[in-house]
């Protein structure tokens, strides 16, 4: 069964030491980086960061990390929730676990956890077909904005 389970000393170093194929490596930061980026989002107030590891039973097989991020001033900003990362490792690949805790990270933000939100958003590079089908069939649609060589998408929640 895939559980989401927070970030802890307990399983930091596994999460840490988790990668994608080296082909894999040029759509996503390393878990290294998106735990500090996580901390420098919480201790500056720039997002509330939602890290966790992705559990099939008591083995980790990978991560993804969530965030919610309130409206600010800016008129044309709006509150939403946030797939910041999400990675399988190259050991676990191909077994559907990648949808699973897509599923999982759903149910959890729709739960509202840290205030309501009308969308969740995420992006991509646009030459990485697999996560292109995967949040597709989960409901995502491109909104047509591409940022910093990556193409943005929207789920209505």
Same mark, same amino acid.
């Given at each position: 069964?895939?559980?989401?389970?927070?970030?802890?000393?307990?399983?930091?170093?596994?999460?840490?030491?988790?990668?994608?194929?080296?082909?894999?490596?040029?759509?996503?930061?390393?878990?290294?980086?998106?735990?500090?980026?996580?901390?420098?989002?919480?201790?500056?107030?720039?997002?509330?960061?939602?890290?966790?590891? %992705?559990?099939? +039973?008591?083995?980790?097989? !990978?991560?993804?990390?969530? =965030?919610?991020?309130? /409206?600010? *001033?800016?008129?044309?900003?709006?509150?939403?929730?946030?797939?910041?990362?999400?990675? %399988?490792?190259? +050991?676990?690949?191909?077994? !559907?676990?990648?949808?699973? =805790?897509?599923?999982? /990270?759903? *149910?959890?933000?729709?739960?509202?956890?840290?205030?309501?939100?009308?969308?969740?958003?995420?992006?991509?590079?646009?030459?990485?077909?697999?996560?292109?089908?995967?949040?597709?069939?989960?409901?995502?649609?491109?909104?047509?904005?591409?940022?910093?060589?990556?193409?943005?998408?929207?789920?209505?929640?």
């Amino acid at each position: 069964m895939i559980t989401l389970r927070p970030i802890t000393y307990d399983n930091f170093a596994d999460c840490i030491s988790l990668e994608p194929h080296e082909h894999q490596k040029k759509y996503i930061a390393s878990n290294l980086f998106s735990l500090a980026e996580a901390y420098v989002a919480l201790s500056s107030g720039a997002f509330i960061p939602m890290p966790f590891a %992705i559990y099939d +039973d008591d083995v980790m097989v !990978g991560f993804i990390m969530l =965030a919610y991020d309130p /409206a600010d *001033e800016d008129e044309d900003d709006e509150t939403v929730y946030k797939v910041c990362r999400l990675m %399988i490792d190259k +050991d676990h690949q191909g077994k !559907g676990y990648g949808r699973r =805790a897509m599923e999982r /990270a759903l *149910e959890i933000i729709r739960t509202f956890p840290h205030g309501e939100a009308g969308l969740v958003v995420l992006s991509y590079n646009p030459d990485n077909e697999a996560a292109r089908s995967l949040y597709s069939s989960l409901g995502f649609k491109e909104t047509g904005e591409v940022e910093g060589g990556e193409v943005w998408a929207i789920l209505e929640i």
